[in-house]
Nanobody
């Protein structure tokens, strides 16, 4: 059973930065893809970024250039570096991992961008 545990959320002012971490109980290199999703209050969960096992990354348009997804295979950890944060980035952020045919989710970490 794979467990994903997010951390690093919190309250930050507009223009600030946060780095989210997602610690996996298994080897992150064994996942075909890992990613981040977010869910704002009253809205559906939306995709933010994905990193494939080969290392390539993709982002939703409105975070491109501000967010960076990365993976440390030695630490079995996925990261999301978030810069130039704005209030619209406020959400619960979830880590996701795919190992066919299974999909795993973390419990989420709250990110609040407010002055």
């Amino acid at each position: 059973q794979v467990q994903l545990v997010e951390s690093g959320g919190g309250l930050v002012q507009p223009g600030g930065s946060l780095r989210l971490s997602c610690a996996a109980s298994g080897s992150v290199s064994s996942f075909s893809a890992m990613g981040w999703y977010r869910q704002a209050p009253g809205k559906q969960r939306n995709w933010v970024a994905t990193i494939l096992s080969a290392g390539s990354a993709n982002y939703v348009d409105h975070v491109m250039g501000r967010f960076t997804i990365s993976r440390d295979n030695a630490k079995n950890t996925l990261y999301l570096q978030m810069d130039s944060l704005n209030p619209e980035d406020t959400a619960v952020y979830y880590c996701n991992a795919l190992k066919y045919p299974f999909e795993y989710w973390g419990q989420g970490t709250q990110v609040t961008v407010s002055s």
